[in-house]
């Protein structure tokens, strides 16, 4: 949207002022006032489930996050580790706006404008198997080559090799944006035989990498899998630097015999980092990326070949997507307590740190057709998790 003079003032003058004076209406009510509802939208009720141009409108007034970012926030959303995520993840055009962050941290004293504005449902409360059958009865609305869901680390990963091998992609996300649990990693890679280990003069086997991990696995890891892990992990270093990652920085972490622990310079931290990477590797690729989409039925035909995804999304609503081949990247039940509580009993309660979209959704998605588990009650627990769920 080209800005006149005068939006441009209406937008700089978006203080607490203007909030508290508008604050009995709801964001869209504001913008009335500058334009219609043309102002965020190419068409009144016409938006995307990821509603990519209306948060475009957003920047393109407001500005980008380093902009909006604000130093005397000990903690602030527009500089945080979830990146450059959708403006409507927190702020909503017809509804109360809602913090994400405070769904893991508190921002005490931070007020949202348009506060007091009516709250609804979550759009993806409940499971409607009615919609789903009809969905399925309809058809197809679309096919394509792959089909990738969830939208972190691996699901990105497996998108964006799909599209480099000429495939046709969709990428589909439950949450208003994505990174899953991937964002919140702050650790790093473990890899052996890789340039930064060489340069460092870092003397590692393969063999040790296995030993190491089976060691702190208490041996209950797949063995045939540890090795596959060991030797692809070098390569898996390879590639990420091939998309932009930034691995140099080498140390060692707990469990290691040596430095074989990759993360960025510079001190980020690596899961947001990867994340951004991936991010900008699958707009470049041209993966077919879709938020606030989750999928609710893994469809199958008469031989019990996965043939399709049922897709629900925010606005438009229950429909199949069919495909050649569907790949499940969801993660894991970490956020999920009553699927911990079933798993492993005796964590039962227990504070987790992990991304709120880590409910288990792909779990039963596979487990509704037949899928059998392996090691589904193995759940690991970090000693520092405080009650807040930071990582100490």
Known sequence: MKLT???FVLCSIFSTASWAANDKNDL????????????????PGKVSDSETYENQQCKSCHGEYSALANPKLKL???????GDINCTSC??????????CNECHSFKGLEMPFNSAQSKEPWDKGWDNDAISKAIAAG??????????????AGFNAAIAAKKAGAQVVLLEKGPFSGGNSMLAAGGYNA?????????????KIEWFVEDTMKGGRYANDPKL?????????????????????MDDLKRSGGARVDRTHRPTG??????????????????????????????KLVIDEDQKIVGVVVHGKHSGHYMIAAKSVVLATGGYGFNKEMVAFYRPTFKGMTSSNNITSTGDGIELAKAIGASMTDIDWVQAHPTVGKDGFVS
């Open 192 to 204: 052996v035989g890789t340039a930064q280990q060489k340069e460092d003069k870092v003397d590692d």
């Open 28 to 43: 869209a009510s504001f913008h009335k006032e500058m334009g219609g509802c043309k102002s965020c939208h190419t068409q």
């Open 5 to 7: 003079l005068l939006s």
């Open 226 to 246: 540890m090795q596959i892990l060991a030797e692809q992990s070098a390569d898996g270093i390879k590639w990420l630097e091939s998309l932009g990652a930034n």
């Open 140 to 153: 197809p609305k679309e096919t394509t080559d792959v089909i990738v869901v969830g939208a972190g680390s």
């Open 91 to 100: 702020h909503k055009g017809h509804e109360k706006p809602k913090l994400y």
């Open 267 to 296: 001190g980020l931290s690596v899961g947001p980092h990867i994340i951004d990477v991936l991010r900008k590797a699958s707009v470049k690729e041209g993966v077919d990326t879709r938020l606030n989409s989750k999928v609710v």
């Open 76 to 82: 602030d959303p527009h500089a945080s580790h979830l």
